[in-house]
């Protein structure tokens, strides 16, 4: 049995994932807000050789702050954020496309300094005003 199952909102994407989750986090950096729409972004990490997708995804790259080229991939059906993709061989799912909730333990956020003023922060995980170096 797969250990994280997920898909878009009209189901015409879906992915399995096996192994383990190589890191969780929350981002709160303004390209997050932006292409969620949400005041953060919470993204779980994983080699992408234990991910399975299935479903046809469209994609936009840009560039960051770091000069790394990020890209979001996204259901060409309904555009529902799937995955994100900078470091090589890693994928990034998205906490709100994963069925299997309890496994949904952020261990940081990054980007903090650019939160939103109304988002509560979880004292007990440590939190970087931009990506820690
Ligand atoms: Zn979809
Ligand atoms: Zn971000």
């Not at 797969?2 to 383990?20: H, I, M, S, W, Y």
């Not at 469209?58 to 790394?68: A, L």
Request: hydrophobic share 30%.
């Amino acid at each position: 049995m797969p250990k994280l199952t997920g898909n878009c909102l009209c189901g015409a994407v879906r992915f399995e994932a096996d192994g383990d989750i190589a890191m969780q986090g929350n981002c709160h950096c303004t390209d997050c807000q932006q292409v969620s729409g949400s005041p953060f972004a919470t993204l779980v990490f994983m080699e992408s050789d234990n991910v399975e997708v299935t479903g046809e995804l469209k994609s936009f790259s840009h560039t960051v702050d770091s000069g790394n080229q990020l890209t979001k991939e996204f259901c060409t059906h309904c555009g529902s954020q799937m995955f994100a993709k900078g470091r090589p061989g890693m994928i990034g799912l998205r906490a709100g496309s994963i069925n299997e909730k309890e496994h949904i333990q952020p261990q940081f956020n990054v980007y903090a300094g650019s939160k939103l003023p109304c988002t509560l922060m979880d004292d007990d995980i440590p939190a970087f005003d931009k990506m820690p170096g």
